[in-house]
Nanobody
């Protein structure tokens, strides 16, 4: 089992920055990568960013490229978020996958992740 705990969320204004952290514990050596997803009220959970340990390789949702950066290792993963907008308001989840996939598209799918955190709220006011 892998336990994930997110932190770093909060209420900020448009244009501000936040850094989310995801602390992993347990059998972290079994993970192949980690990702960040988010879910806004009334919307489906969506992919934000992912990082794989082999490479390492990183993947981003198009709308966050150039603004968000994912980094870290098997114990802690960060999501640096700059130039935040109200559209980024959501509950942000950290997730871990134990399988390696041949293409980055796999890491953008929530079903490919085995472990999830409880989420941290990010609210961006205009």
């Amino acid at each position: 089992q892998v336990r994930l705990v997110e932190s770093g969320g909060g209420l900020v204004q448009a244009g501000d920055s936040l850094r989310l952290s995801c602390a992993a514990s347990g059998r972290t050596f079994t993970t192949a990568g980690m990702g960040w997803f988010r879910q806004a009220p009334g919307k489906e959970r969506e992919f934000v960013a992912a990082i794989t340990w082999r490479g390492p390789n990183t993947y981003y949702k198009d709308s966050v490229k150039g603004r968000f950066t994912i980094a870290g290792d098997k114990n802690t993963v960060y999501l640096q978020m700059n130039s935040l907008s109200p559209e980024d308001t959501a509950l942000y989840y950290c997730a871990a996958t134990t399988l390696s996939y041949p293409h980055g598209n796999y890491y953008q799918t929530a079903l490919k992740y085995d472990y999830w955190g409880q989420g941290t709220q990010v609210t961006v006011s205009s």
